[in-house]
C-alpha cells in the first residue's frame, strides 16, 4: 500500500505559500501523492486550482482530489480542467468525485440539491466520453485519461463505480469500515463484469504533536463535520493524534487491500510533514 498525505488547504485561514511549501516538502519525502478536499460555502481553497499550484512546485507524487463534489460543477468544464491539469502535471492527476453531503455547498452554487444521484451518473458518463474522445481540454495530453474514483456508501454509489470509474475511494474510518465498503466495490466489479479489479482508495484525518496541536485539530474536526450535528464528535474522535495510531491504521487498511492511503491534515502547520513522514518511513 502506498500513503499519500493531503495538503491543508481545506483548512481554514491556511496561508498559500504554506501550503505550497507542504507540498514540496512532500514531494522529496516518502509520500506517493498529495491530496485536496473541496468545500464551496467554508474557508478553503479551490481543490483544482491548489492542485494545478501543487504541480508547480512537485515532479514525483500524484496529484489527487478526494474528492471533489462532482453534481455543482458543469462536467464539460470539469473535464477541460481535469484535462489540462493531468497534462500540465505531466499526467499525475488522480481525479476522486462523490455527490457530497452538505446542501450549503449545493446553495451556494445555486444547484438543487435533489437529484444529485442522477445528475452526477449523467456527469460521469460525460467524462468519459470528453476523454476518450479527446474532444474537451488540450489535444497533447497523456496517452491514459486522469484516473477516476468515485466515493460514497450508498448502492448506486458502488454502481457508479464500476460502470464508470477505474476505482473506490471510501470517506474515512476505521479498517473493518472500509473492509466492508471495498468488498461491496469489488462485488459491484464483477458483477458489472469489468476485468481484472478496482483501485481502492482509503482516507484518514491526523494532527500529530502536543496537546494544543492535537486540540486545534479536534476543533477543526468538529467544525468541518459540524453539518452532522452530534456525529461530528464521534467523526472528530477518529483522529490520529499519536504515531501508534497512524501506523495502526495504516497496517489495518494494507490487511484489508486498501491501494493508496490518504492521510489528510487537521492542522496547517509545516511540522505535520516531517512528523508524518518519519511514520510512514518507518512503515516500509
Not at 458502488?158 to 470509474?165: D, I, L, P, S
Amino acid at each position: 500500500m502506498h500513503i499519500g498525505i493531503g495538503l491543508p488547504t481545506g483548512i481554514p485561514r491556511t496561508d498559500g505559500q504554506l501550503a505550497l511549501e507542504w507540498a514540496l516538502r512532500a514531494d522529496q519525502g516518502p509520500f506517493s501523492h498529495v491530496a485536496v478536499v473541496d468545500r464551496i460555502a467554508y474557508d478553503s481553497y479551490d481543490p483544482l486550482v491548489a492542485l494545478a499550484a501543487a504541480a508547480g512546485v512537485t515532479r514525483r507524487v500524484r496529484l489527487a482530489t478526494t474528492v471533489v463534489i462532482g453534481p455543482i460543477r458543469n462536467a464539460v468544464l470539469l473535464a477541460r480542467s481535469a484535462a489540462t491539469l493531468h497534462a500540465l502535471s505531466g499526467g499525475r492527476l488522480v481525479l476522486g468525485l462523490a455527490v457530497g453531503a452538505r446542501t450549503e455547498d449545493y446553495e451556494a452554487v445555486g444547484v438543487p440539491h435533489k437529484a444529485r444521484g442522477a445528475r452526477f451518473s449523467e456527469q460521469l458518463a460525460a467524462l468519459r466520453a470528453a476523454w476518450e474522445e479527446r474532444r474537451i481540454g488540450p489535444t497533447q495530453t497523456p496517452a491514459r485519461a486522469p484516473e477516476l474514483l468515485v466515493g460514497g456508501l450508498s448502492h448506486d454509489a458502488f454502481g457508479r463505480v464500476a460502470r464508470y470509474a477505474d476505482g473506490y475511494i471510501h470517506g474515512g474510518g476505521p479498517p473493518r469500515a472500509f473492509a466492508r465498503a471495498a468488498d461491496r466495490a469489488r462485488a459491484a466489479w464483477v458483477d458489472a463484469g469489468r476485468p481484472g479489479r478496482p483501485l481502492l482508495w482509503g482516507q484518514a484525518y491526523f494532527a500529530l504533536g502536543d496537546v494544543e496541536t492535537v486540540e486545534a485539530g479536534f476543533r477543526y474536526m468538529r467544525d468541518y463535520y459540524a453539518f452532522t450535528g452530534p456525529f461530528a464528535e464521534k467523526i472528530a474522535q477518529g483522529l490520529l493524534t499519536t504515531p501508534q495510531a497512524v501506523a495502526q491504521l495504516a497496517r489495518g487498511y494494507a490487511e484489508e487491500g486498501c491501494d493508496e492511503l490518504a492521510l489528510m491534515p487537521a492542522v496547517a502547520s509545516l511540522d505535520q510533514v516531517e512528523r508524518l513522514a518519519e511514520i510512514v518511513e518507518g512503515q516500509r
